[in-house]
């Protein structure tokens, strides 16, 4: 099934995301003209995204949110007076560095709580 011990190591040890980037170097010839160190970081670098995505997916399990929101989803051309660009800014989290808080206000209905 596995072509190397490596690859079998790799699995072994439970390091799937570089297990998946050497099958993926292995596989197309745009990485034979890197460095052993380049094709490293590569691999490196693809094993700690998986590690932060799969924690970011439990941890989203974990809040158990009602609603699965993100910026991309909210629709402006709704009468609700939101600011694009001002949706944009807050989205940075810099209000958060800055100590300050967000009040979100408004009737019924209105979508408060997708945009908290």
């Not at 380049?38 to 995204?49: K, N, Y």
Request: net charge positive; charged share 30%; hydrophobic share 35%.
């Amino acid at each position: 099934m596995l072509k190397t011990p490596t690859m079998e190591k790799l699995q072994n040890l439970k390091l799937n995301g570089m297990l998946r980037g050497l099958e993926e170097q292995n596989a197309s010839s745009e990485y034979k003209s890197l460095s052993f160190e380049e094709r490293l970081g590569l691999l490196v670098d693809r094993e700690s995204i998986e590690r932060e995505n799969r924690r970011l997916i439990t941890r989203l399990k974990q809040a158990k949110l009602r609603q699965t929101a993100c910026f991309e989803d909210i629709d402006y051309r709704h009468p609700r007076e939101l600011d694009k660009s001002l949706m944009l800014s807050l989205g940075t989290c810099g209000w958060i560095k800055e100590h300050q808080n967000i009040l979100i206000t408004g009737p019924t209905g209105v979508g408060k709580s997708f945009l908290a």
